[in-house]
C-alpha cells in the first residue's frame, strides 16, 4: 500500500511540475493582439520598400534641413537634453524588416520565374492558353492604366505575362485592381512588381498557375 | 529502496512531467477558420461582392489552407459564380486563388479555394480579402470561412 501511495504521489508531483514548467514557457502579455494586420480595401496601392525614392529624396532634403537648423540654432543657445528630437524605435526595424521581406520576396519569385522557363513546353496546350492570357491581358479594364506591350509565354502548367507600362505606378496600379484578369483556363497568380530601373517605362510580370 | 526501484520511480517521474507538459505548454494556434459575415465584413452590390479577412501572428498566410465562399441564390434562372481569394503582402506582392461554379436553379452554394498561390512564402503582415461576382444578381452572400491549418 505504502508502495502504491509513492508511485501515486510521485507522478502527482511530477504533473505538477510539468505544469509549472509549461506555465514558464507561456507568452506573456496579449499576443493575439501583438500584431494583427488591419485589411486594407482592395484597389489601394502597396508601394514596395525602396519603391518612393522620390519621396525619400524629400524626406533626406527635409531632414538635412533641420540638422542644418538645430546646429545653428546650437550656436546660439544652449539646447536642453528634453529637446532632443523624437524617434521612434519601432520605425527603422519595421522599415527593415519589410525591406528583408520584399527580399525574400523577389528571391521566391525569381525562383518561380525559373521553374516556369524550365518547364517542358506542352505545344498544344500552350498554343491555346497563350491565346487565352493574351485575349484577357487585351481586354484591360476600363478604370486600369494602359499597357504599351504584351508578351505571353505558356509551357505546360504555368503562363507568364510580361506586361509593359507607361511607369512602375501604372504597374502597381493595374496589379491592384479589383477586376485583375485571370485568364480562361487558369485558376490563380502571383506577381512579385521588382524594383525599377527608373521613373520611366516598366515590365511587370505576372506568374499564372493553369495546372497542377 | 532498491536501486532498481529508485531508478522506476525516476523514470514514472521524467515521463509523466514530459506528458504534463507536453499536453500544457502553450502553442501557437496551428489550425482554425476565421468567418466573415455578409453583415459584418461584406461589401458590394448586385453581381459582386468582397468579404475581408484577418491575418496576423496567430494566422500566418503561410498556414492558410484555402476558403469556403457561402451564398444564397434567389433565382431560378441558371448562374455562374466566380470567387477569388486575395492577398496582398505588406510589401507589394499580389496574388490569388480562383474557382468558379455554374448553377441550374436557386438554393445554397458553397465553393471551396484552395490557396496555391495566396499562401506562397506567407507572412502574418498580409491583407487578405475574398472576392464574388456573378453574371446575376439575384443572388447574396452569406459569408466566408478562411481555414487554416
Not at chain 1, 546646429?71 to 524617434?87: D, G, L
Not at chain 2, 461589401?43 to 468582397?50: A, D, F, I, P, R
Not at chain 2, 484577418?54 to 441564390?73: I, K, P, S, Y
Request: some cysteine; glycine content about 8%; overall charge neutral.
Amino acid at each position: 500500500v505504502r508502495q502504491s501511495i509513492a508511485i501515486a504521489a510521485t507522478g502527482l508531483v511530477a504533473g505538477i511540475v510539468g505544469a509549472l514548467a509549461a506555465g514558464r514557457f507561456a507568452p506573456s502579455g496579449a499576443v493575439q493582439t501583438a500584431a494583427s494586420a488591419s485589411p486594407r480595401a482592395p484597389g489601394a496601392v502597396i508601394v514596395p520598400p525602396g519603391w518612393d525614392h522620390v519621396f525619400s529624396a524629400r524626406l533626406n532634403a527635409v531632414e538635412t534641413e533641420l540638422v542644418q537648423q538645430r546646429a545653428r540654432s546650437m550656436t546660439h543657445e544652449a539646447v536642453a537634453p528634453s529637446a532632443e528630437i523624437p524617434t521612434s524605435e519601432a520605425g527603422p526595424s519595421r522599415v527593415a524588416q519589410r525591406a528583408e521581406h520584399y527580399e525574400k520576396e523577389i528571391q521566391a519569385y525569381t525562383k518561380r520565374l525559373a521553374e516556369h522557363q524550365q518547364e517542358s513546353v506542352d505545344e498544344d496546350w500552350a498554343w491555346e492558353q497563350r491565346r487565352r492570357v493574351r485575349e484577357a491581358l487585351e481586354t484591360s479594364p476600363a478604370e486600369g492604366p494602359a499597357t504599351r506591350a504584351i508578351e505571353v509565354d505558356c509551357r505546360s502548367k504555368t503562363c507568364l505575362g510580361r506586361l509593359t507600362f507607361g511607369s512602375p505606378l501604372d504597374a502597381l496600379r493595374y496589379l491592384h485592381l479589383s477586376s485583375l484578369p485571370v485568364p480562361r483556363g487558369c485558376n490563380g497568380l502571383t506577381s512579385t512588381p521588382l524594383p525599377p530601373q527608373s521613373d520611366g517605362s516598366y515590365d511587370l510580370t505576372i506568374l499564372y498557375t493553369c495546372r497542377p | 529502496m532498491k536501486p532498481k526501484k529508485i531508478a522506476a520511480a525516476a523514470a514514472l517521474f521524467v515521463t509523466s512531467a514530459a506528458l504534463s507538459f507536453a499536453l500544457l505548454a502553450p502553442k501557437t494556434a496551428t489550425s482554425g477558420t476565421r468567418a466573415v459575415t455578409a453583415n459584418g465584413g461584406c461589401t458590394g452590390s448586385g453581381q459582386n461582392y468582397t468579404c475581408l479577412g484577418v491575418v496576423g501572428t496567430d494566422f500566418n498566410t503561410a498556414n492558410l489552407d484555402g476558403a469556403w465562399f457561402e451564398f444564397q441564390r434567389f433565382t431560378a434562372n441558371s448562374m455562374t459564380m466566380t470567387v477569388r481569394l486575395k492577398r496582398a503582402t505588406y510589401t507589394g506582392t499580389v496574388s490569388l486563388d480562383t474557382a468558379n461554379a455554374s448553377y441550374a436553379s436557386g438554393g445554397h452554394g458553397e465553393i471551396f479555394v484552395q490557396s496555391v498561390n495566396t499562401k506562397q512564402n506567407g507572412w502574418e503582415y498580409d491583407f487578405l480579402w475574398g472576392e464574388f461576382s456573378s453574371n446575376q444578381t439575384a443572388w447574396g452572400p452569406l459569408g466566408v470561412f478562411y481555414e487554416f491549418n
